[in-house]
């Protein structure tokens, strides 16, 4: 990973954004297995239609310090 230390192991969240190319939103959700770009998700909760997978990516597991 880019920028990480050596030996040291950073946890990740996956994330996958659905979008609707009818109204043009875009949704964030945690990754499922099976997912893939271009994959068509689910129907869209504003106009109905077809959402497809945008994106995958992946951000650092951030721990709150108390």
């Known amino acids: 990973m880019m920028g990480a230390e050596l030996g040291v192991e950073q946890r990740q969240v996956v994330y996958t954004i659905e979008h609707c190319e009818s109204c043009d939103i875009n949704s964030k959700r945690p990754f499922v297995k099976g997912d893939f770009v271009i994959k068509?998700?689910?129907?869209?909760?504003?106009?109905?239609?077809?959402?497809?997978?945008?994106?995958?990516?992946?951000?650092?597991?951030?721990?709150?310090?108390q």
């Open 40 to 65: 068509q998700s689910g129907k869209c909760p504003k106009c109905g239609k077809d959402m497809i997978i945008w994106s995958i990516y992946a951000e650092p597991l951030v721990r709150s310090q």
